[in-house]
């Protein structure tokens, strides 16, 4: 009552701008949107696919200090359970857990029906889970490519598919997409991947200006190099662009999560609008020569970030 009264009070007063745990964006006069999201988010549901490691486990760290309900998919059940414990300490709703291999054909389909069995309404979808496989395409495995084809793609739009139906009719929601720098760079020896990046950034570009002024908004999270597991299990944790001082995945989920909730089209972690402006002006070889080499293998050195 003391913390209400003191906001109607300081906020017109102070004019500016505040962001905590638990609250939407305070704005200028906007004391009254601030109580009401805070008791709102409560009974909002995110689904997050990838939420138990690197960018999609900070995403789901900040929904849940946003006390939000939570759905999280991925393959490992016991990684989920630990981060279900997590997630609930840091004050989230519930959290249900969906242990799924998004790679395989119908899972997708599976998740949104488990979902709907259970009576959830997603609000917020999260399609953050990808992987990456490294190589020359000439030698790689082509069950893997497929495999990572169907997980950064098939499912992605799937999930983007159903859940927005969903969304729509219940006049509102929010997508967040994981694309990458790669999106804007053909990137040999993760041609596949970089590919399918490619096909994220288009492919909710379009469907973001298909939906404008409609109640559901679709932003892209562009991330350069993170320092996550994406590479060693992508098997290029000795190239450049994995020791030299990758971003912190807690700074670009903040950065994602913060343009989801304005409904921005992209989110661009620092450093990435360079590689963008650059990548839009050169031609498409001499883009994908440079971006060779940052995925040249390397010896390891010292990074400020770099895992043992
Ligand atoms: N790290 C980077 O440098 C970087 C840069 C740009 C974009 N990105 C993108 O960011 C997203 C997250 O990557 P990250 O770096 O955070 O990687 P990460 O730490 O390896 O996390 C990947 C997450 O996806 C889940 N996952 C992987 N394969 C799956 C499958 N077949 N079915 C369901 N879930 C699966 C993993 O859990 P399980 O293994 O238990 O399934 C894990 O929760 C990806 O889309 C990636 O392309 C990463």
Do not use: W
């Not at 964006?25 to 906007?30: D, E, L, N, T, V």
């Not at 929601?173 to 990458?180: M, P, V």
């Amino acid at each position: 009552m003391f913390f209400y009264l003191a906001c109607m009070i300081c906020m017109p007063v102070l004019n500016y701008k505040i962001n905590m745990p638990g609250y939407n964006r305070i704005y200028p006069h906007g004391v009254q949107i601030c109580i009401k999201n805070t008791m709102k988010q409560q009974d909002k549901t995110v689904l997050i696919t990838g939420a138990s490691s690197g960018i999609g486990l900070e995403l789901a760290r900040l929904f849940a200090q946003n006390r939000f309900n939570m759905v999280i998919v991925a393959r490992h059940s016991e990684h989920l359970q630990k981060t279900a414990e997590e997630l609930r300490a840091l004050g989230s709703g519930t959290v249900t857990i969906i242990s799924k291999d998004l790679s395989l054909p119908g899972s997708a389909r599976d998740v949104y029906n488990e979902t709907t069995r259970q009576g959830i309404r997603v609000n917020i979808l999260v399609n953050d889970a990808g992987v990456g496989t490294y190589g020359l395409f000439t030698e790689t495995d082509l069950e893997k490519e497929l495999a990572l084809i169907h997980l950064n793609i098939v499912s992605l739009v799937t999930l983007t598919k159903l859940y927005l139906k969903d969304m729509l009719a219940s006049k509102g929601g929010r997508i967040l997409q994981l694309a990458s720098v790669a999106a804007y760079q053909p990137t040999p020896r993760l041609a596949v991947y970089a590919a399918t990046k490619a096909f994220i950034l288009s492919f909710s570009d379009a469907l973001g200006t298909e939906l404008e002024g409609s109640p559901v908004t679709v932003t892209t999270l562009i991330p350069n190099a993170t320092d996550t597991d994406f590479f060693r299990k992508a098997g290029m944790e000795h190239t450049k662009a994995a020791l030299n001082d990758p971003e912190d995945p807690a700074v670009v989920a903040r950065v994602g999560y913060e343009a989801l909730m304005k409904g921005d089209a992209h989110a661009l972690p620092p450093g990435v609008k360079k590689e963008v402006v650059k990548s839009s002006v050169l031609p498409n070889r001499v883009v994908a020569r440079q971006a060779e080499k940052q995925v040249q293998e390397e010896e390891p050195r010292k990074s400020k970030k770099a895992k043992s």
